[in-house]
């Protein structure tokens, strides 16, 4: 593989804004600044790949090979170099080391994958290659905007999962029934025909005599996800814990197939998992699940789609407590969590996005979160918990919980989101409407007039009518309307 590498790149008179030619230096500071610029830099250049290439003398055009051993190698805080350098990469980028021998001599490549949807930072930072020099990314803004308004044609979907399988192969990995099922259209009665409609739906590539079975087909309608390795890790995760915490483990299962084939099942799955409520009405007693269902279908749906699949060895998990139901996926969202309700969905795999609306497995752009909130109100629970950090998006579903036991901040982030939802709705939040939400009853209107002074003070919601002088007729919508 080196020597393919080195025989292609090699051959460039000069180095261009992708490649990075070193005989033997490797701080690894620097190191990790050039893998932001070239990755940058491949970006802007429709490549798909940046390189660092270790025991190339190109001022003589020469392989003359190399002392640098990265796996022997440390970074900061005697952290091997390659998990370092991987942590100090952000958004999550794919990068391989190479270690081989041309012509008798040791090279070494770094290979790391362009940005897709946004640059990638070093520790905070992005680099972007100028000729052959590297400077700081944010002083060069029109290339900045270049990255991000960039189209790629490389994005995850459009990847390969396995590559030259026959048709009989990609009729036995996919799961071509469901795939005609859930797009309602008719199984065709050949075998061309459907080779032809996955092909139109990017789920397969023809390649001569054979094909392609692309990131998208597999992730989406593998029968078994471990017959793709790069994707054998992005299988769903459900675990059911004793208690409330994570001691002891009483269930641990791996749902194996692709997200669309079984995404009604593991639902009904996970519902099935859930303690239940007694409840009684209109004198019948009758079992309640803790969590809504349309809720946790939503949910799941988001956490699939807009995961990073460039974080390797994790995939989406939930796991379900006794007080408690959590939903993480790798990667951290493109749009802030307090945004979640009101804001259009950015997906960094658009194109599974789509198919999955197409296929009825979540809801239309900008309506799934806020009817998922809108049904945990009908069930009047504490509100969801949003967290997002550099590799893991969660969520939070708490049980039921009396409004004298919850803590301020949950009362807060409650009427932060009835507000949002209120306002989405064309609709605008009372305290009225704040008592129905929490099941307060009308004499006890000061205690909604309370959470909505803590929500205001947190600078999460705004008087909508500040003309009104009355509490309890005024009118509230959030800081961002």
């Given amino acids: 593989m080196a020597n393919d590498i080195v025989d292609r790149l090699a051959n460039f008179k000069d180095e261009v804004e992708w490649i990075e030619f070193k005989l033997n230096h490797h701080d690894p500071q620097k190191i990790g600044e050039y893998l932001s610029a070239l990755s940058n830099s491949a970006s802007i250049w429709s490549q798909k790949y940046g390189y660092i290439i270790w025991g190339i003398d190109q001022s003589k055009n020469q392989i003359v090979g190399t002392d640098f051993k990265p796996r022997e190698t440390k970074g900061k805080g005697n952290e ?12 999550r980028v794919d990068l391989e080391i190479i270690e081989d021998e041309w012509g008798g001599k040791r090279i070494v490549i770094f290979k790391v994958g362009a940005a897709i949807d946004q640059p990638i930072k070093f520790w905070g930072t992005a680099f972007i290659r100028i000729g052959s020099y590297k400077h700081p990314l944010r002083d060069f803004p029109e290339k900045e905007r270049k990255i991000w308004n960039n189209p790629s044609d490389f994005t995850f979907e459009s990847q390969i999962a396995v590559s030259n399988q026959s048709s009989d192969d990609v009729l036995k990995k996919i799961n071509y029934p469901r795939f005609f099922k859930l797009l309602e259209q ?13 092909e139109e739906e ?3 590539q023809r390649n001569n005599e054979s094909f392609n079975i692309t990131n998208l087909g597999a992730i989406l309608f593998a029968n078994y ?3 793709f390795p790069k994707l054998s890790h992005k299988t ?5 814990f004793s208690g409330n915490d994570r001691v002891q483990t009483s269930k641990d299962i791996i749902i194996p197939d692709g997200y669309a084939v079984l995404f009604e099942s593991t639902v009904n799955f996970i519902m099935d998992l859930l303690p239940s409520n007694e409840i009684i009405k209109d004198a019948l007693r009758f079992e309640q699940k803790l969590y809504p269902k349309k809720a946790i279908r939503e949910f799941l749906a988001n956490a699939l789609i807009h995961q990073d699949f460039s974080i390797t060895g994790t995939g989406p998990t939930v796991e379900i407590f006794k007080d408690r139901l959590e939903i993480i996926n790798p990667g951290r969202p493109l749009i802030e969590p307090i945004r979640f309700i009101d804001h259009p969905p950015i997906s960094r795999n658009e194109k599974l996005a789509s198919l999955m609306r197409r296929m009825n497995v979540c809801e239309e752009r900008g309506s799934g979160i806020d009817r998922a909130i809108g049904e945990i109100e009908v069930f009047q629970l504490p509100a969801p918990y949003f967290k997002a950090e550099d590799d893991f998006t969660q969520i939070i579903l708490f049980s039921f919980r009396e409004l004298n036991k919850m803590e301020k901040d949950d009362k807060v982030r409650a009427c932060y989101q009835h507000c949002c939802l209120k306002y989405i709705c064309n609709d605008l939040m009372t305290n009225t409407s704040l008592r129905n ?28 009518n500040p003309e009104n002088k009355s509490p309890r007729m005024r009118i509230y919508k959030p800081y961002w309307a």
Wanted: hydrophobic share 45%.
């Fill in 437 to 464: 939400r929490f099941g307060i009853k009308e004499q006890n209107y000061p205690i909604a007039s309370l959470i909505i002074k803590e929500t205001m003070n947190a600078k999460l919601i705004e008087i909508a």
């Fill in 225 to 227: 996800l471990t017959d």
């Fill in 80 to 91: 091997d170099l390659e998990s370092w350098l991987s942590h100090g990469l952000f958004p």
């Fill in 236 to 240: 769903v995760r459900v675990i059911v």
């Fill in 202 to 204: 990017g789920v397969i």
């Fill in 186 to 198: 008719p199984l065709p009665d050949n075998k061309e025909s459907i080779l032809k409609k996955l």
